[in-house]
């Protein structure tokens, strides 16, 4: 499972649009934009496995087919989009939490706010303190997610982390 999110600073609010795998009788229903979203969710799925293939490759481990059944088995893009709120006192957050699925791929806007929770053994002085991702403009921010907790736990703390809006 992929989430692609496009985050916004504290007055936007939240519009979601979820594009999951389509069955041939599916995507009869589906006119306009098809041929971009599907497009989108065949090279999310590459990228990916490129990106698996990497993490798990460092940590000497082989990416092969019954691996990528498990971490991406259903392709699902998640986007979410924060438009300007009208009102902007109403704005809700998106509070502490772990990314479900196997990476969430970030895009961010120049606002920030993105914070991730250090571990306790990556920074003594900083350990369980809570620090901005400063956006950089063309990056993406890669979160490993619950799906790869399990087979990578010795590696890496997979943190929770939040977005103040």
Known sequence: MVRVLCLRRREHWN???????????????????LDVALQFL??????VRNLL?????????ELDDSKIDAFIGKKMVNMNFYPTCPNPELTVGVG???????L???LQDGIGGLYVKVPEDVDM???GEWVEIPPIPGALV??????LQVPIKTYFDTSFNFKNL
């Open 53 to 61: 293939e990497a993490l798990l490759g460092n940590l000497g481990e």
């Open 104 to 106: 969430t791929i970030l």
């Open 42 to 47: 065949k090279t999310s799925h590459e990228m």
């Open 142 to 147: 890669i979160n490993v997610g619950d799906m």
């Open 15 to 33: 519009g979601k649009t979820i594009l999951a795998w389509l069955t041939p009788m599916m995507m009869k229903l589906f006119n306009s934009g």
């Open 96 to 102: 502490r939490h772990s990314d479900m699925g196997t």
């Open 125 to 127: 002085e900083k350990k």
